[in-house]
């Protein structure tokens, strides 16, 4: 039986956890990576990707370590010395981690191209974000053309962003209606028990569930 397949970028959080959601939905079977690059919460987050490859059923579940990002530095999440915000700032925020997304997608592809997969999905999003230069939509077109410039003439990938443009709300809601087990998800830049509530990231969680009248289901501080 020839399944439709795809790889599914799965960091543990809510946004890639819905995403992964909509791929199953859609039809595909999935395989899921997850990159573990010294971020702060890198525990948490791989016990929830596990959690999550799990609840999908994924063909595959493969953990790659980037510890390279943190040896570069420069980020929020992974140096402690720098201070993130607890509040909305201008600008390009110190959580982000230069190149990131493409470091990452490349792996994605490789993976994808080995496999015989047709979709990347990746729940990047640039609405309720944070404010990174690789989540813009340019960003996401330009590595379309480089995934087909640089895999096997017969190779096709789609790179799929279906939370591209969709709202910390709107992504909740989705994930409520296609029963994505948010339980299993984690959002906080800083702490691996109990959230923060204050960090960039929690906070746009918390007003996404907010915003949809229901409760968070995991621990905040």
């Given amino acids: 039986m020839n399944h439709r397949t795809a790889v599914v970028l799965l960091s543990g959080g809510m946004d890639s956890a819905v995403c992964a959601s909509i791929a199953q939905n859609e039809g595909f079977t999935l395989y899921v990576l997850h990159v573990g690059y010294g971020q702060r919460t890198s525990k948490k987050e791989r016990e929830c990707a596990e959690e999550l490859a799990s609840f999908y059923d994924a063909l595959d579940f493969r953990v790659i370590p980037l510890d390279f990002l943190k040896e570069i530095g420069e980020s929020g999440l992974t140096d402690e010395s720098i201070t993130l915000p ?48 690789d989540c813009r939509p340019q960003y996401f077109e330009a590595f379309q053309k480089l995934i087909e410039a640089g895999t096997k003439d017969d190779t096709v990938i789609v790179l799929r962003t279906p939370l591209a443009s969709l709202s910390k709300a709107d992504i909740v809601k989705k994930g409520l209606e296609l029963g994505t087990p948010f339980e299993s998800t984690w959002s906080c830049y800083t702490e691996n028990e109990k959230a923060c509530g204050v960090c960039d990231s929690c906070r746009l969680r918390l007003k996404g569930f907010r915003e949809n009248g229901v409760t968070d289901p995991i621990s905040y501080r």
């Fill in 86 to 133: 607890v509040e909305e700032t201008e600008g390009i925020p110190p959580s982000y981690v230069p190149f990131r997304n493409s470091i990452i997608l490349s792996l994605a592809t490789a993976w994808a191209e080995v496999v015989g997969a047709e979709a990347i999905f990746y729940g990047a999003n640039f609405i309720d974000f944070s404010g990174y230069p």
